[in-house]
């Protein structure tokens, strides 16, 4: 692959850590941290089609999330039901594309069915491609990718001489999405937490100091602007 330099990431993927710690910081329940969080993704959304970023894939709910307190599972369900029925307009108005990747039939089947809605009324919005994480979890992502291979080889379908790393790509999650370029943390934690772990193999990695709820529209321009000055090798010279 060419050398690139000075151009804007196609793909954004970010980790959005340090929803607990802001509420905590300010005397607040952790839910009410994750409330203040989603105002944070109106204004990343806003910032991609600013900069115009064609896809912006979002860590919401990791499968290990699953095992904190039952109370904040709850909370972040009845959560994300919310924030679909409420932003649903707003993704049509600003001609967004809702997707989402992760085990979703485990979420609750309010969260399910505000999801499977929007995702098919914003299905042919052109401005950016919104995938929400959700249940996500990229080693189980990797298993269930081989499963289908197997499947596929059993049926005829495939031939095992045609699997490489393009045919891999096919059977997971994010068929038909260009790998994210730019990979931002929030928060200061500098791990990938089981996040997209086949996808960013080369993907430039943004850590930022601020938690979720601080992440601004000028936060996300800044990583833009900082990735735009990287040179990718790809591994030549
Ligand atoms: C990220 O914030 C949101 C989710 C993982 C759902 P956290 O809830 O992890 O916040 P911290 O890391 O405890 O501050
Ligand atoms: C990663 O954050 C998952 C999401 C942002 C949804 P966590 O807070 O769950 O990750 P760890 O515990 O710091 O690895
Ligand atoms: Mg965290």
């Known amino acids: 692959m060419p050398t690139q330099k000075k151009s804007p990431p196609k793909h ?3 980790i959005m850590d340090g929803n607990g710690r802001w509420a905590k910081s300010r005397g607040l329940q952790r839910w009410e941290g994750h409330q203040a969080g989603a105002e944070s993704v109106k204004a990343v959304t806003e910032g991609c089609i600013e900069a115009k970023v064609e896809y912006l894939t979002l860590y919401a709910f990791s499968n290990e999330n699953w095992n904190r307190p039952k109370d904040e599972v709850d909370a972040l369900m009845k959560l994300l039901e919310r924030f ?3 932003k649903s307009k707003e993704l049509k108005e600003n001609n967004i594309r809702l997707q989402a990747i992760g085990n979703l039939q485990d979420l609750s089947p309010g969260a399910l069915k505000a999801l499977e809605k929007t995702i098919e009324e914003t299905q042919d919005n052109t401005a950016l491609t919104l995938i929400l994480a959700l249940s996500y979890g990229a080693r189980e992502e990797i298993v269930h ?5 197997l499947s596929d080889i059993n049926d005829g379908k495939l031939d095992p001489s045609k699997i490489d790393t393009e045919k891999f790509s096919e059977y997971l999650y994010t068929a038909r999405t260009p790998d994210p370029d730019l990979l931002i943390r929030t928060s200061g934690e500098k791990r990938l937490s089981n996040f997209l772990l086949w996808q960013i193999s080369y993907a430039e990695l943004f850590i930022s100091d601020k938690l979720w709820p601080d992440f ?8 833009i602007e900082d ?11």
């Open 84 to 86: 679909l029925k409420k």
């Open 216 to 223: 601004s529209k000028e936060d996300l321009l800044e990583a």
């Open 227 to 237: 990735f735009s000055d990287r040179e990718r090798r790809y591994g030549e010279v």
């Open 12 to 14: 954004i993927a970010i």
């Open 145 to 149: 990718g081989v499963k289908g291979v």
